[in-house]
């Protein structure tokens, strides 16, 4: 390299242009990060982008911008480009701040855009003394020069302009540098000299091996820490990319207890984690509370509440078989992240439980019907809402697989939820992760169970029991009726015809077989006499479990009714549900977990002190104005005024007339007037 | 010697008037300490005692100021004391219910801000000076209602429960109230500070369509209920970082429309009518220097706070990463301004656009792009 190819990068490195340039290409790259969502699983890009991009983007590192070389590099000149800027500009700027310039020649005053010149009877001596003494009452630092015939004062203020600059420039280089450190740098040179190799898959973590391990005194990192109630953890998880490692903790941290406290609209409003910290060397225990804004710092190791998972609960289930006629029910128990087998005579299936959510705060409120005046409805408090927000109890997610290895995910909430003034139980259902859940409506019967709607479900759906209710609905429906016995065998067939058609495909397989059967005229009525009959039949098997369980007969009201036609709708559509059982949570025991973030970033101080650096030097260049006033008084009476500065801003103008006039004032005054002012 | 005591020392220049304000603002804080001091933490007492020597000085500046506050107190205490701690008054008393109460005031607000805009844009095309002074006198009367709403909604937010208040600067629907309220105030200070109102047409433009928003984001999205903060949000440092940041966000669009009216004037549209180029240049520069400090410093609070709440103080999270490219977008107009010396057509561009970068980061982020920071979402 000669010297002018070095003195040439230097001059570009150190160019105002370079410099902007830079700023606009940072902004830009921060840019593409925002747009492409950052550290998410390479499935998600894979099925985003196909095969072929997705290849391309990992190359250009699009899923971790911000840790890609490139964008690095881009950081690293800017931080040469404004390290070679204070190394050009400090020794200038710091001279500029000492120096007073009081040797200035009058020939270069008179070319300052900001001059006057005064007239004054007083002998040079004092007219020197009363603009250095106005002048120091104005905020500023004087020096004299006594030359031939003449004194010139010179002032200046706001020096601490240029400080401004060099602090506000080492902050961006101070900044960048503990970022660094912070950053995963030292992870990815570890990775590079091939010490560490990133885990993948779920393989057990007790077994990973050293070479995915990270020591305790490892520099910086951010990792996650999960751990049940009750249970002790003394790693945390690192993700990299789509893999992860493990960073090793000094301490055990035991988990007492997670806590979730809710504001009365049911929106969470504390999570909280009881934990005790057992030091691995000294085996001294610290117990500590860790909420969301309250860490805690433990040897340079700071931990957070990030979030919370379930811990293994216990759930207490029945499995309701769905199979026609069955009615069979099985009881379960089993924790969350257990796989059940569900031994069934034609095909047996694993019960997956994947989630219990204790609570769910769902807007079951109706929009206001009395939309009156939209106005006056934004009128008055801040306190109104149409949101009904509502906790409605837990839920458990989980999946039925079949032997196929195929599944389909349920989403059931344990108790019923009101809708239309009535209660349901609501049992959801999708084929994929990405579609909505389809929620069948069970209603609840009058003791809020789901057994009326299991029992009246299976009595339609065994052909022996069919036939029972036929004959009982005929008789009710005839009853005092004197008809003939072919009449009466004929409306029984019929209503147990219609009950075999609903049962084979719900509302589905009635609607089909008019389609088919009948001329287009007679439909709409045939429907509506189906349908009459089906309610009727149903009717009476309620009757009929109600007494086959020896219990009084619900009164013929509204509510029998409602429950009819909502149980009809729930039957059809349980031949939609997916599953040959119906899994039914009756209770639980609550296990949580805490997932808890280790953060270890010793570069955290020096970025702090950076942006001290900053906000002093950005206030220092932009509140604090440099000024310099030149005063050159000759013994002839003459006084030249100058005034200069490194910002040129509409106040200066003002400044320099008010100075100006204000000296004219004080060099025209009388000798005696003199010193009243000068405080 | 009247004029070498033009300038004296702060101190020696304050009337009976401004230290009555600064008196009524240590008795208000000494108050609220006895009051409610057991509910505060360190940090918010801390916050409480810097408030009246901040105020007063503020106040002392700016003598119209002092009147404002004066009459917020006023206003703030009349609707707080007519609610008797009964939320329910909101909707009975007449005066909580046509004035006072927050969702009326702020409406007051919004269409006193429209108004003004029309008395301002009559005042420039009419050159009428009556004109323009309604304009301020309306602008003056929105902030006035609008801070009343906010000190009113504070205070409704804590009848819903102890556990519910707090500051409303939480959600979109509470910082697009602030966002008007301190882009007027930056308004009228420069007005003050320039003798024009000329360029009350142009800021009123930018606060208009916040306003408009505003109305849409109420009417259609029913945004304005108070909702309890998230664990998240619960924490002093929203008190200062969100102000801070709107204070530069506020300077970032009043510049911006002060670039429009330069533009505009070197087309030679309403150009006898507007300010000299130097002076909207000026205006510009100040603005942009004004915000480019608060935004510096909301920035760093808002990474202090990130190293309490989400274990780091940067991450790359799109709102931080937004706010870095609207800081490093002013970092270089104010190179181009300082150093390179330059002035003109590409300052007033970039000063327009900016405000399109800015919005991004205030509303555009929120709108399609997902992280932590989504507290305001659409």
Request: hydrophobic share 45%.
């Amino acid at each position: 390299m000669n010297r002018s190819f070095r003195h040439n990068l230097y001059e570009l490195f150190s160019s105002m242009r370079f410099a902007i340039s830079l700023l606009t290409i940072l902004a830009i790259a921060s840019a593409i990060g925002t747009v492409l969502k950052q550290g998410e699983a390479y499935n998600a890009y894979l099925n985003q982008f196909g095969p072929f991009w997705f290849g391309i983007f990992e190359r250009l590192g699009l899923y971790a911008v911000y840790h890609a070389g490139w964008f690095l590099t881009i950081l690293a000149f800017l931080v040469i480009s404004t390290s070679l800027c204070i190394l050009r500009q400090a020794p200038q700027m710091l001279h500029e701040m000492r120096t007073y310039r009081e040797h200035a020649k009058e020939s270069s005053l008179r070319q300052f855009a900001h001059r006057a010149e005064l007239a004054t009877a007083l002998s040079v001596e004092q007219a020197g003394g009363r603009i250095e003494a106005h002048l120091r009452q104005q905020g500023y630092q004087t020096r004299r020069n006594a030359r031939a015939g003449a004194l010139l004062i010179a002032a200046k203020a706001g020096s601490w302009n240029r400080l401004g600059y060099i602090l506000a420039h080492s902050a961006i280089v101070t900044i960048c540098i503990g970022g660094l450190l912070d950053g995963d740098l030292p992870l990815n040179l570890h990775l590079w000299l091939g010490n560490k190799q990133i885990a993948r898959g779920t393989q057990s973590l007790d077994r990973l091996p050293p070479a995915s391990r990270l020591p305790v005194d490892h520099w910086s990192y951010r990792g996650n820490i999960f751990v049940p109630e009750g249970k002790r953890a003394d790693f945390a998880t690192v993700n990299i990319g789509d893999g992860f490692l493990i960073q090793e903790l000094p301490f055990d941290l035991i988990l007492k207890k997670f806590h979730v406290d809710y504001y009365s609209t049911g929106a969470p409003k504390r999570f909280a984690s009881d934990v005790v910290l057992v030091d691995k060397k000294t085996g001294i225990s610290t117990a500590r509370t860790i909420e969301v804004n309250k860490p805690f710092t433990y040897q340079g190791i700071t931990l957070y509440q990030a979030s919370f998972e379930d811990g293994g609960s216990v759930l207490r289930l029945k499995a309701h078989s769905l199979s026609p006629g069955s009615g069979e029910v099985l009881d379960l128990t089993g924790a969350v992240g257990d796989a059940i087998r569900l031994t069934r005579r034609d095909a047996p299936l694993t019960l997956e439980l994947t989630n219990l959510r204790p609570i769910n705060v769902e807007n079951i409120g109706s929009p206001r019907t009395d939309t009156g005046n939209l106005l006056e409805k934004h009128l008055g408090s801040g306190a109104k809402s149409d949101r009904d927000l509502h906790n409605v109890g837990p839920s458990i997610l989980f999946k039925l697989r079949d032997n196929a290895g195929q599944a389909r995910e349920f989403n059931s909430y344990m108790l019923p939820i009101e809708q239309e003034g009535r209660r349901f139980f609501l049992a959801g259902v999708r084929d994929a992760q990405a579609d909505d859940f389809r929620y069948m409506r069970i209603p609840a019967d009058r003791e809020g169970t789901m057994t009326t709607w299991f029992e009246l479900r299976t009595l339609l759906t065994d052909p022996a029991a069919r036939a029972q209710i036929a004959r009982r609905f005929t008789a009710a429906a005839l009853k005092g009726d004197a008809v003939s016995e072919t009449l009466r065998s004929k409306l029984s067939d019929t209503t147990e015809h219609t009950l075999g058609l609903y049962a084979d495909g719900g509302y589905e397989g009635l609607d089909k077989f008019i389609r088919t059967t009948l001329p287009a005229a007679e439909q709409q009525k045939a429907a509506e006499v189906f349908v009459k009959v089906l309610q009727g039949a149903a009717w009476e098997a309620l009757q009929l479990s109600r007494e086959q369980r020896q219990l009084a007969p619900w009164p013929m009201d509204g509510i029998s009714a409602a429950f009819i036609n909502d149980s009809l709708n729930a039957i059809s559509d349980s031949f939609h549900y997916g599953a040959p059982v119906f899994i039914e949570m009756t209770g639980f025991d609550l296990v949580q977990a805490s997932v808890i973030q280790a953060t270890r970033s010793p570069g955290q101080y020096i970025v702090y002190l950076g942006c001290a650096l900053l906000i002093a030097g950005v206030c220092f260049m932009l509140y604090v104005r440099e000024r310099r006033f030149f005063a050159l008084v000759k013994e002839d009476g003459s006084v030249l005024l100058a005034m200069s500065t490194n910002r040129k801003t509409l106040d200066f103008e003002e400044t320099f007339v008010r100075h100006r006039d204000q000296l004219q004032q004080l060099l025209t005054l009388p000798e005696s007037d003199h010193g009243t002012h000068s405080g | 010697m009247e004029l070498i005591q033009a300038n004296p020392p702060l101190l020696r220049r304050l009337a009976p008037l401004d230290w009555a304000a600064a008196l009524l603002l240590a008795l208000g804080a000494a108050y609220a300490f006895r009051s409610y001091g057991g509910y505060m933490d360190g940090y918010e007492k801390a916050f409480l005692v810097l408030a009246v020597p901040t105020f007063s000085w503020l106040a002392w500046q700016w003598s119209a100021l002092r009147n404002l506050m004066g009459l917020i107190a006023l206003l703030s205490l009349a609707g707080i004391s007519l609610y008797q701690g009964d939320l329910a008054r909101a909707e009975q008393v007449f005066w909580l219910k046509y004035f006072l109460s927050s969702q009326t005031a702020i409406g007051w607000m919004c269409a006193l801000f429209f108004m003004a805009t029309g008395a301002f844009w009559l005042g420039l095309l009419a050159r009428s000076d009556f004109a323009e002074r309604t304009g301020s006198a309306l602008t003056w009367t929105a902030v006035l209602m609008g801070f009343t709403g906010m000190m009113v909604r504070w205070y409704e937010s804590y009848l819903i429960g102890t556990d519910v208040g707090h500051i409303p600067v939480s959600n979109l629907y509470e910082v697009f109230v602030l966002f008007s309220l301190i882009t007027a105030l930056l308004y009228l200070h420069y007005e003050r500070r320039y003798g024009t109102r000329r360029l009350g047409a142009f800021v009123l433009l930018v606060i208009s369509a916040a306003v408009g928003f505003l109305l849409w984001y109420t009417f259609s999205r029913d945004a304005q209920g108070i909702q309890p903060l998230v664990p998240a949000l619960q924490s002093y440092w929203m008190k200062i970082h969100v102000p801070a940041n709107f204070i530069g966000y506020g300077s970032f669009a009043l510049a911006a429309m002060v670039g429009v009216a330069w533009l505009l004037q070197s087309r030679g549209i309403l150009a006898t009518r507007l300010p000299a180029p130097v002076v909207l240049e000026d205006v510009m520069y100040k603005s942009i220097a004004v915000g480019f400090a608060f935004f510096t410093i909301a920035t760093i609070l808002g990474a202090l706070w990130a190293a309490e709440a989400w274990g780091t103080y940067w991450q790359w999270d799109p709102k931080e990463t937004w706010a870095l490219i609207v800081w490093l977008n002013y970092a270089a107009w104010l190179h181009m301004r300082l150093t390179k010396g330059l002035r003109g057509a590409v300052l007033a561009w970039w000063s327009v656009s900016g405000l399109v970068v800015t919005s991004f980061a205030f509303l555009g982020v929120n709108m399609f792009l997902s992280g932590l920071h989504s507290y305001g979402s659409l």
